[in-house]
Structure formats: C-alpha cells, structure tokens
C-alpha cells in the first residue's frame, strides 16, 4: 500500500482538466432529493468535517440565524456567532468508538457533521412541499460540494453509497442525480473542488497521524484526534 505522502503527491498532481473530463463523462446535476443529506434507515447521516470547516460552519450558522431573526446582517451577528457551540456543527465520528454502559466511549480520528433527532444533517431542511435545501449552502463542507464523486486514492475518504461507476481515477458513488448533463464550467468548479478536497483529506491523515499519542479513556469518554491534537467531543483541546 503507497505511503501517505506518495498518495498526497499524487493528489496534487492530480490535472483538473482530466477530473473535469471524467466527471462530463459520467454526468452529474443534484436533483435534491436530500438522500445525501439525509439518515438511511437506522443509519444516521455520517459526513467528515474538517476543525477548520466546522469553525466556518459555527460562524455561518450563527449568522444566518442572526440575519433571519433581524432581516439584516449586523454586528450583533458576529457577537452571535462566537456563542454558536461546536457541538451544534460537530459531532465525534462514530466508528471505532464503541458502546459503553455511559455511552460511546474510545478514540476517534475524524468530525462528521451533527445530525438532529432524525439522524438527518442538521443543515439539511425541507420546505412546505417536501423539498430539500442545506441551509449552509454556501459554507457545506468539501465532502458536501464534491458528492457523488470522490477520487481512487489511498487515504481520502469515500462518502456513502458503492461506487457504481468510474472513470479514470474519479469515482462516483449511489446517486440519483448521475448520468444526468452537466456544464463543462459546472464539471470543472466540481473537479476543482475534488482535488483540494482530495488535498485535504490526505494533509489532514498525515498531521493526525504525526500528532497521534493514545489517550487512556475512561468510562463514557471520548476523545477526537484531528489534526490540531486530541480534543473532547465539545471542540476544546484536552491539553487545556
Ligand atoms: S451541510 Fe448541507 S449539503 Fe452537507 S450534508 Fe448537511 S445539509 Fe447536506
């Protein structure tokens, strides 16, 4: 299996123009249906967040509430968005957690966004007629702008859904929106957004990787190692 760092290469290598050329090839337009968005039977939602984008979250957020409940963007916004909760944006990635008599407990290596009551995106919302939005539209996360696709490299994470079809290094995951036409500036914005995701994820293994020093959890803990060091499930560093 290639190192890391010889999958990180390769990402940056990677030609945005070929991405683009793949993601044509197999054709793409969101039809918002929300099933990616959304919980799958018992399964709830499960979308990795950097720290940096889940900051980018809390302040959008806040904002827009703030926005929605004064019908304008003032400074109060700002004064909103610091008290915005990490928990609200993020919550420990669940696998290699396991269940204990408190709770899930153990060590995890990821954030994945928070889901509400329903196991559902806590961003994701349904107007009157049943039809679905992200209500962070602008600020969703990588994973979120780059689904279906993902890219055939060690290290970078696959959303969920099989692969049900490729070309050259792309892959595209269980999507009903695939086959569809798609723009070449649409392809290309899409492709752009792939590699610096494809970028991240791979930076992102390497740091946590190189910062990693197991922690002994007690009884209902958790800790969440990402690549600014070992933090509790409410964001704040366990060193502090
Ligand atoms: S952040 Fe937005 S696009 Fe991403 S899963 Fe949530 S609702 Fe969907």
């Known amino acids: 299996m290639p ?38 039977g018992e399964d709830e939602h499960t979308a990795t967040v950097f720290p940096d984008e889940v900051r980018e979250l809390q302040a959008a957020a806040a904002a827009g509430d703030s926005a929605d409940a004064t019908g304008s963007d003032t400074a109060e916004s700002d004064t909103t968005a610091e008290a915005r909760d990490w928990r609200d944006v993020a919550r420990p990635m669940p696998y290699g957690l396991t269940e204990g008599e408190d709770g899930p407990e153990g060590e995890t290596f990821e954030w994945a966004l928070q889901t509400d009551g329903c196991g559902d995106c806590v961003f ?8 679905g939005a992200c209500t962070a539209h602008d600020d ?40 569809r036409d798609i723009s070449r500036a649409d392809a ?22 190189d910062a990693y020093a197991p922690v002994d959890t007690g009884a209902g803990e958790v800790v969440v190692h990402d690549s600014e060091g070992a933090k509790r499930p409410d964001g704040t560093q366990l060193s502090d």
């Open 3 to 40: 190192s890391l760092e010889t999958e990180l290469d390769r990402a940056r290598e990677l030609s945005v123009d070929d991405l683009a050329d793949a993601i044509e090839s197999i054709g793409f337009e969101c039809t918002r249906c929300g099933a990616c968005c959304t919980s799958h």
């Open 124 to 131: 994701y919302a349904e107007d009157d007629a049943g039809v």
């Open 140 to 179: 969703r996360p990588l994973i979120c702008r780059t689904y279906p696709f993902s890219v055939a490299l060690d290290g970078t994470s696959q959303p969920m859904g099989e692969a049900v079809d490729e070309a050259g290094v792309v892959r595209a995951h269980e999507c009903e929106g695939l086959g």
């Open 188 to 209: 290309e914005a899409l492709a752009a957004a792939l590699k610096e995701r494809a970028v991240r994820e791979l930076e992102e293994a390497i740091d946590v990787r």
